[in-house]
């Protein structure tokens, strides 16, 4: 009977996680609370802390260069960039590898205009309790966190600017 029981959950697990992979809708979280406050070096050299961004839309979208989703989506959040920055946007990439020469590397062949903060230690990742490449949150003019999608499908892009358009508006 047991053995039974095990493979019943076994295949619902199975089928659940195939319906998240390949689920067409960005599985967007709706979320509430303060965005925690960091200070994080950017590519540029430049410290950016989040707290001085009130008053704008901001996106931080958490990757790493070694995540394949995270190189599909990284042109396309180039553009949103460039479409709502002078909006009232800000598009932070953060990356969270030791080793910031990879993340380096991907930005030569992928070059984008927004600012791209290292993480090297994790502790802002730790902080979003990120848990999967890329995660993406969406935090609203108040500093309060509104969105948070964990992975990428093609299409989820189109749910960022849906979300985005509508914390502009605010």
Known sequence: MMGVFRNILKNVVVLLAAGMLFSTNSQAEVIGGPAPDFTL????????KLSELRGEVVMINFWASWCAPC???????????KKYNELGFVL????VEEDSSKAEELLR?????????????????KL???????TTIMVDRDGTMRYLHRGYL????????????ELIKE
């Open 109 to 125: 062949e992928i070059p984008v205009s927004f600012p791209i903060l290292y993480d090297n230690t994790n502790e802002v990742s």
């Open 71 to 81: 190189r599909q989506e990284m042109p396309l959040l180039e553009d949103i960039h």
């Open 128 to 134: 979003y309790k990120v848990v999967a490449m890329p």
């Open 41 to 48: 070096k950017s590519r540029s050299g430049e410290n950016v």
């Open 154 to 165: 093609p299409g989820y892009e189109e749910e960022y600017i849906k979300q985005v358009k």
């Open 92 to 95: 932070l990439g953060v990356n």
